[in-house]
T-cell receptor, first 116, second 110 residues
């Protein structure tokens, strides 16, 4: 059972370009969460998605950031017109979700975005 | 909003000593409290968790205690080893997402 898969592991973008980060959840998991981690800081919640639905995007910046989790394929975190302050590690986590007792969330390896 | 306070931010111990990290939360409805370990440059990994219907849980050298009345929970690592050195994050489940503490950098000196 492969874990949460994120790609790319490292991404370099120039200011003003777009960044696309991908996340494939663990098999059997239908809930995906995106977190951002600035250097030497904690994990900040960005968005929580189920298939084809955004459940909670309270942590997403209002502009330039968007996320989706289509019926088929991975979840995508998209950052338009990147700025240096977007440089961070972006982690995706997945869980079975819902009200079941098994609510553990497992993280992917992360995508380290560097904006130059 | 929901908030998790974590202390201390850094902790240095001698190999073989115990380490304790404490977290306080604000949402009394929370019922799930995991702990994650993150080594440098790697992903956070779940090491232990506790649900609100128990007060303590142990897994070898690691234990977690939960005081729902006081709204705090703690991670206890006994007989620490150099490979325990990492950043540890507590978290609480808010509805269906996890809110993390600010992390504790643990250094275990041989």
């Amino acid at each position: 059972n492969a874990g949460v898969m994120q790609n790319p592991r490292h991404l370099v973008r120039r200011r003003g370009q777009e960044a696309r980060l991908r996340c494939s959840p663990m098999k059997g998991h239908s809930h995906v969460y995106w977190y951002r981690q600035l250097p030497e800081e904690g994990l900040k919640f960005m968005v929580y998605l189920q298939k084809e639905n955004i459940i909670d995007e309270s942590g997403m910046p209002k502009e330039r950031f968007s996320a989706e989790f289509p019926k088929e394929g991975p979840s995508i975190l998209r950052i338009q017109q990147v700025v240096r302050g977007d440089s961070a590690a972006y982690f995706c986590a997945s869980s079975p979700g819902g009200r079941a007792m098994r609510t553990e969330a497992f993280f992917g390896q992360g995508t380290r975005l560097t904006v130059v | 909003g929901e908030n998790v306070e974590q202390h201390p931010s850094t902790l240095s111990v001698q190999e073989g000593d115990s380490a304790v990290i404490k977290c306080t939360y604000s949402d009394s409805a929370s019922n799930y409290f995991p702990w994650y370990k993150q080594e440098l440059g790697k992903r956070p990994q779940l090491i232990i968790d506790i649900r609100s219907n128990v007060g303590e849980k142990k897994d070898q050298r690691i234990a977690v205690t939960l005081n729902k009345t006081a709204k705090h929970f703690s991670l206890h690592i006994t007989e620490t080893q150099p490979e325990d050195s990492a950043v540890y994050f507590c978290a609480q489940r808010d509805t269906d997402k996890l809110i993390f503490g600010t992390g504790t950098r643990l250094q275990v000196f041989p």
